[in-house]
Each structure stands twice: as C-alpha cells, then as structure tokens.
C-alpha cells in the first residue's frame, strides 16, 4: 500500500540555522512527490513537486528513490518559514489522487 | 479570482442526520477531488469527480457521496452521520485537460457530529 511518512510532528528551530523536513515514502512504482505548506489562517497550497527540481522561497527537496525520501532543506530559516508542511505522494498516473503524510510543525523563532 | 470556495464555513449536526458541503472550483478547472481531514492528520482522500462523473474514490463507505454539476461545482453528501465524521473537509480543483493537474484547495468545511 502506498504511505507516507513524516516522522516529526514538531520541528522547531532558531532564524538563520537550517532545516530539514523528512519525509519517506512507500511505494513500488514511480511517484510524484510534492510539499503543501499551510500557514496560519490560510489554505493548504503547493510548496514544491519533485518533477520541478526548483527552489521556493528558499527550499528545496530532491527525491531519493533508492531512501525512497524527499526531505524538504532549506539552508537558514525564517521567521516566516513557520507554518504545517505536508509531504504528498501522487501515484505515476495522470489525475490521481494525493495521499498525504501527517505534516510536520515547523516553529521558527528568533 | 477568487479560487476554490467551500461553503459553508462551519457545520454542527447531530448523529444520524444527513449533511451536504459545496464547492466550486477555480476558474478554468474542471476536476474536484475532495479530502477529509482529522484533527491531528494529513487529509485523506475520499473521491475525485471529473465530467460529472466520480472518478476514483478512496476507502471511505458508501454513506459519502458526490455529484458534480455541469458547471464544474460539486456537493459532497454524507448520510447517517457518526461522531468520528467530525473534521475538517476539503476540496481541491484541478484541470484534467492539459495535463497538469495540480491541484489547488479551498479554505475547508469544518463539520462538527454532536
């Protein structure tokens, strides 16, 4: 069965030091993996999807299929970085649905 | 554009009542997929309607239905109403055509079973 793993509920850290998001993944076939980020008061919205290969707002994730991971980094973190974040993985056909792991606190303070 | 709307905003039903979510979806989109999402949880998801049709459904029982209408909005019915349906409930809107489908989610509904 395909699953999705972010095994810290809470992630908090200091502005300015790094951070990485973990995010493992179970499935057979070729996936696509996302991050959604949902901020205080607002919706749920696309952070990045692997087939990208960007940078947003500083954070990047490169899949590892032989880890089978896609640890979200971002090299100094921000004030505003704090938000839920949310590791999705889409099954390698068109329209399929998301199946989403339990998402990731992440507190940035100063 | 004001993106994918969700009404209502808040709901409170008793057990065994019948309740009804509306969504419609972003301008241009024709695809509504809708998720449930527990307190605590990552959303799960629960079906997909495309061409006013249901197109995948998660494991969720046959008191969860859908329709989507030729306008692209869809309703989300759930009958005999359990305590554990209490969550938030979300739809997200994509574009089939194209093949793209990313998809983009609206504010929620927050159902509360009493």
């Known amino acids: 069965a395909q699953r999705v793993t972010q095994p810290e509920k809470l992630l908090s850290v200091f502005k300015g030091a790094p951070v990485e998001l973990k995010c493992n993944y179970s499935?057979?076939?070729?996936?696509?993996l996302f991050w959604y980020v949902q901020y205080s008061r607002q919706r749920l919205q696309l952070l990045l999807r692997h087939i990208s290969r960007e940078s947003i707002k500083g954070f990047t994730a490169d899949l590892n299929k032989g880890e089978t991971s896609f640890h979200l980094k971002k090299p100094f973190a921000q004030e505003e970085d704090s938000a839920m974040y949310y590791c999705a993985l889409r099954r390698g056909q068109a329209g399929t649905a998301l199946i989403f792991g339990k998402g990731t606190t992440l507190s940035v303070s100063s | 554009d004001a993106g994918v709307t969700q009404s209502p905003t808040h709901l409170i039903k008793t057990r065994g009542q019948q309740v009804t979510l509306r969504c419609s979806p972003k301008?241009?989109?024709?695809?509504v997929s809708w998720y449930q999402q527990a307190l605590g949880q990552g959303p799960q998801f629960i079906f997909q309607?495309?061409?006013?049709?249901?197109?995948q459904r998660g494991n969720f029982p046959d008191r969860f239905s859908g329709h989507q209408f030729p306008n692209y909005s869809s309703e989300l019915n759930v009958n005999a109403l359990l305590l554990g349906d209490s969550a938030l409930y979300l739809c997200?809107?994509?574009?089939?055509?194209?093949?793209?489908?990313?998809?983009?989610f609206g504010p929620g509904t927050r159902l509360t079973v009493t």
């Open positions: 997200a809107s994509s574009l089939r055509r194209g093949g793209r489908y990313e998809q983009y």
């Open positions: 499935y057979s076939g070729s996936p696509e």
């Open positions: 301008s241009g989109h024709d695809t």
């Open positions: 309607y495309y061409e006013e049709e249901e197109r």
